[in-house]
Nanobody, 125 residues
């Protein structure tokens, strides 16, 4: 079992930045690759970014590429999502998730085993 707790969400103006954190506890964090997803009101949950267990491989949704950066610190059992140049369309609840498919690109939510409770990000125009 892996417990995930997100933090760092909030209200920010367009063009601003936020850094989300996801703290893991339970089983060995470094055994899991991690992803960030988001869900806006009335929309399906969508893939944002993925990072391999080692941190050497990362993938991003086209909508956030060049603006968001996923990283991890296995010593701190934490994965991060640095979000820059935020847009109103980035407004959503952001979730972190853990998986062990051993693939470098895991964009589908059903492939993830554990989820956090989410943190709200609101970007005003």
């Amino acid at each position: 079992q892996v417990q995930l707790v997100e933090s760092g969400g909030g209200l920010v103006q367009a063009g601003g930045s936020l850094r989300l954190s996801c703290a893991a506890s339970g089983r060995t964090f470094s055994n899991y690759a991690m992803g960030w997803f988001r869900q806006a009101p009335g929309k399906e949950r969508e893939f944002v970014a993925h990072i391999s267990w080692s941190g050497r491989s990362t993938y991003y949704a086209d909508s956030v590429k060049g603006r968001f950066t996923i990283s991890r610190d296995n010593a701190k059992n934490t994965v991060y999502l640095q979000m820059n140049s935020l847009k109103p369309e980035d407004t959503a609840v952001y979730y972190c998730a853990a998986e062990r498919t051993y693939s470098d690109y895991v964009p589908h939510s059903y492939e993830y085993d554990y989820w956090g409770q989410g943190t709200q990000v609101t970007v005003s125009s």
